[in-house]
């Protein structure tokens, strides 16, 4: 709540010398303000002092008068905003205060002073300890990893547009930039080609080093016409390598270069199963009447023929020596999965 | 590092027909470019292609798979056919950052023994159906070390002429180490991009395998510093991205920032560069592979600076 003050503070003439019996000093803040006065204020206790000259006159005592003091110490008050007003008539002005106690007026210049003191010590202190923090680029300058000539730049490098980008814009005055909360200034690359060249030459004398070609298992002897320098060995326990080497080379760039059809194993298998289905049949018809293959397809046209034909049964291909009467489907099955066999292989490229 | 994200959001519609091989199968992206960033333009593809590209540390965790999963989805959304070779025979995780794992079935490995033909094992990602994932071995099957680099060599000349046509880039993860697993990875590479973190042990490592790469014969070596932190730069108690190239003299293929979402992306199977909105290590990935298209590296970095203080009462805070 703002509210203007304005005290007027009618002073005192205090006599040199003070009545014995009675001492009574009456001072009166008078307090003008567009809403609130002071006279509407309750008083209980009211301080009076009273100084009495020797020679009482009306001056004095107007100014006496003028000089009343009421201090509004209402304990039914409760109104805070009330409380707070009095307790500020209850303290003397500030300029008359300041005036009156020189001494306070230097302690509060010393505290400054001294709390200002400490911020900066405290400065000086946690930037000392920055430097003395184990583990920083320091020790790495101590230990010769890092030339010191690049440290104790300070004033940042003035680099327009480093990206060709258009849209980055940096400023004519500096390069610093704020992104995500944080400032940011460009540094330019250094690395000329002169010092790449450098690194390669140094790098070409400290690691000599020849592709293996040659890779052996612990305690195989090298052959003799191979650079030593070129062999690998490998352990026996190598959880993912191995030396064995079970798969014919021409045979694997063909499986890398292969575009279409069956992939090699896979054929592979298939034809192994094919066989072994083949002689299992072969086998299994050595007791049987001897099936041509070549003839497949009069078998099935044979079974293709009515089924209710009265062929005797000694003409039929289907009928075992033993005189059983075998059912076609069974026996059509194996040749029909030879004639889907053979037109597989027809369709192998 | 980071560039500024532009403000507009334009549609690009490619005036010239692309030069590279268009594949038969229709893909699932639209003719505009897509990506985090709506640039005004289409990288344009540098060099021969298929690009082959090794990724390759040395030190195992500082982030290969990371960056061949998100610079590959970044590749295949601006555009370009993509296919990834997992080369880490004895511990495969390329599929698992992809989400793919699922639908691995066959591998290199089948089809040199003629399981599978070549095209069957290849893993076609269902978001960017010009993205195709391809597995050295299953973790239980022990790979002839004998051809092993051959057999790679098969593979990416057996890519290069397929039906389909020859992918624009061809990304190898590499194996940690410098063993057999390694010089499988990069027989058959033309150039390699080297993922460093800003730390002494991985710098060394770094450099070691960058020499055994140019004592193979590949020159074409770029750097990508990982797991950045610019707040532990800026106390001076990590590398600078300047100090890690003065060390390893090579040249500057990306700077990718520290970032929790990497750990959340891997347990999703769905690589960071997709999120939307994008994080700051997405974009990262997303220009390294702008750069990697067009053979360009970074020409400045970002160093992060105090804030300006304002206020009278700044100084309190010490």
């Known amino acids: 709540m703002a509210s203007i003050w304005t005290l007027q503070f009618h002073s005192l003439y205090f006599p040199h010398r003070v009545s014995s019996t009675v001492a009574k000093l009456r001072t009166e803040f008078t307090l003008s303000q567009g809403r609130l006065s002071l006279n509407r204020w309750s008083t209980n206790r009211k301080f009076q002092l009273k100084a009495v000259r020797d ?12 000089g009343k003091v009421a201090v509004a110490a209402d304990t039914k008050t409760k109104d ?3 409380k707070f007003q009095e307790t500020l008539i209850s303290l003397p002005p500030v ?6 106690h020189t001494r306070s007026s230097f302690a509060i210049g010393l505290s400054l002073s001294t709390a200002f003191l400490v911020i900066v010590v405290r400065a000086f202190i946690v930037r000392r300890s920055r430097y003395n923090r184990p583990g920083s680029v320091e020790d790495l300058v101590r230990r010769g990893q890092l030339r010191s000539d690049r440290r104790g730049i300070s004033r ?3 680099y327009e547009d480093p990206f060709n980008n258009p849209l980055v814009k940096v400023g004519k005055s500096n390069s610093t930039m704020e992104m995500c909360g944080k400032v940011y200034r460009l540094a330019p690359i250094t690395l000329t080609k002169e010092q790449q060249t450098i690194h390669q030459k140094r790098r070409s004398r400290a690691y000599q080093w020849k592709r293996p070609t040659i890779f052996l298992k612990e305690g195989d002897l090298i052959p003799p016409d191979v650079d030593p320098d070129t062999v690998r060995w490998i352990p026996a326990n ?7 080497n079970d798969i014919d080379e021409d045979l694997a760039q063909n499986n890398v270069y292969q575009k279409q059809g069956v992939p090699f194993r896979i054929r592979a298998e298939h034809e192994a199963l094919q066989k072994k289905l083949e002689a299992l049949q072969n086998e ?20 293709k023929l009515n089924p209710k034909s009265e062929e005797p049964l000694d003409q039929n291909p289907f009928v075992n020596q033993s005189g059983d009467l075998r059912p076609p489907r069974p026996d059509q099955a194996p040749n029909g999965y030879d004639s889907n066999s053979s037109s597989e292989e027809m369709q192998k490229p | 590092m980071l560039s500024l994200i532009p403000s507009p959001t334009i549609q690009f519609k490619p005036l010239f027909p692309s030069k590279t091989i268009k594949p038969l199968k229709p893909f699932s992206s639209k003719s505009s470019i897509q990506s ?40 295949a959304r601006l555009g370009f056919s993509v296919v990834a070779i997992d080369a880490d025979v004895g511990l495969r995780n390329l599929d698992l950052l992809l989400g793919l794992e699922n639908r691995v079935n066959y591998t290199v490995v089948e089809v040199l023994n003629g399981d599978c033909r070549l095209d069957q094992a290849l893993v076609r990602d269902k978001r960017w159906s010009n993205f195709e994932l391809l597995c050295i071995s299953k973790p239980r099957s022990k ?5 092993g680099g051959k057999a790679l060599t098969w593979v990416v000349e057996a890519l290069k002429s397929r039906q389909e046509g020859s992918p624009d880039f061809i990304l190898i993860d590499c194996p940690a180490g410098i063993d057999a697993g390694f010089i499988t990875a990069i027989t058959p590479a033309n150039e390699a991009v080297l993922v460093t973190t800003p730390d002494i042990t991985s710098l060394r490592d770094a450099d070691r395998v960058t020499g055994l790469l140019e004592c193979d014969g590949i020159r074409d070596i770029k750097m990508v510093v990982n797991r950045v932190r610019t707040d532990m730069i800026k106390g001076e108690d990590m590398m600078s991205v300047l100090d890690i190239q003065e060390m390893l003299g090579l040249a500057l293929l990306g700077v990718i920032p520290e970032d929790s979402e990497v750990i959340r992306s891997t347990n999703r199977g769905y690589p960071l560069v997709l999120n939307k909105p994008p994080t700051l290590a997405g974009l990262a990935f997303e220009q390294a592979a702008w750069r990697l298209v067009e053979q360009d590296s970074m020409k400045a970095v970002m160093v992060e600076e105090e804030p300006k203080r304002r206020g009278f009462f700044s100084f309190f805070g010490g």
Do not use: C, Y
Request: hydrophobic share 40%.
């Open chain 1, 95 to 100: 300029a008359f205060v300041m005036k009156r």
């Open chain 1, 80 to 82: 805070p905003v009330a």
């Open chain 1, 284 to 303: 299994q018809k050595l007791n049987k009447l001897v099936i041509d293959s070549s003839n497949a397809k009069d078998f099935e046209r044979a079974f």
């Open chain 1, 238 to 244: 190598h959880p993912f390598a191995t030396t064995a």
């Open chain 1, 55 to 66: 020679s009482a006159s009306s001056n004095e005592d107007q100014n006496l008068e003028s």
């Open chain 1, 156 to 158: 940042p490098l003035k």
């Open chain 2, 36 to 75: 985090v960033l709506q640039w005004n333009r289409k990288p344009e593809l540098a060099g021969e292609t298929p690009r082959v590209v090794v990724i390759t540390s040395g030190k195992g965790g500082v982030g290969k798979t990371t960056t061949t999963a998100n610079v590959g989805l970044s590749l």
């Open chain 2, 143 to 147: 790979l002839p070390l004998g051809f």
